[in-house]
């Protein structure tokens, strides 16, 4: 696994367990999201 693909699933897991408590979001969203951003700051670096 690179280092995208690792920060990435670092980001996807943290964005779950933040959107648990979030009652519209949930933890599934959570983590698109955190893994998302993650690509999205990567791509922009570049």
Do not use: S
């Not at 933040?18 to 670096?45: C, E, M, S």
């Amino acid at each position: 696994m690179d280092k995208l693909g690792k920060d990435m699933a670092k980001a996807a897991a943290i964005g779950a367990v933040v959107a648990i408590p979030v009652p519209f979001v949930g933890p599934v969203f959570g983590a698109i999201a955190g893994a998302g951003y993650t690509w999205y700051k990567a791509k922009k670096q570049r």
